[in-house]
């Protein structure tokens, strides 16, 4: 079945494995929908209903490598500064702010 990106947020998708939608049981042709209908109570992109309010969710900048990496060497994970390899007290974990004595600034928030 032709499924577009954008029949999830279709007034007539089926939410069903078997049909597309209303119109276009075996989906569409091509790359566009003549026939499509923003839902009006469809999730947006990027984003979800929680209470009746929108929360959006941020994009991500981090590669998957990048997140990788980043548990190597950031010291919420290893307790240590990147720079001089000092020791940070033991309420790392509570941290928001991983700024060493050193000179060293956490500029990943």
Same mark, same amino acid.
């Given at each position: ?13 089926? $939410? ?31 984003g ?14 981090w ?10 060497? $950031? ?21 928001? $702010? ?6 060293w ?5």
């Open positions: 079945m032709a499924k577009l990106l954008i029949c999830d947020r279709c007034l007539l998708y089926a $939410h069903n494995p078997y049909l597309v939608c209303a119109v276009h049981l075996d989906g569409v042709d091509g790359d566009s929908c003549l026939d499509f209908r923003e839902d009006p109570n469809a999730e947006p992109e990027g979800t209903y929680y209470n009746g309010e929108l929360i959006v969710q941020p994009q991500q900048r590669t998957q490598q990048q997140k990788l990496e980043l548990l190597d060497w $950031h010291p919420m994970f290893t307790g240590r500064c990147p720079q001089c390899n000092g020791l940070f007290d033991r309420d790392w974990s509570a941290r928001v $702010h991983w700024d060493c004595k050193c000179g600034m956490d500029d990943t928030v």
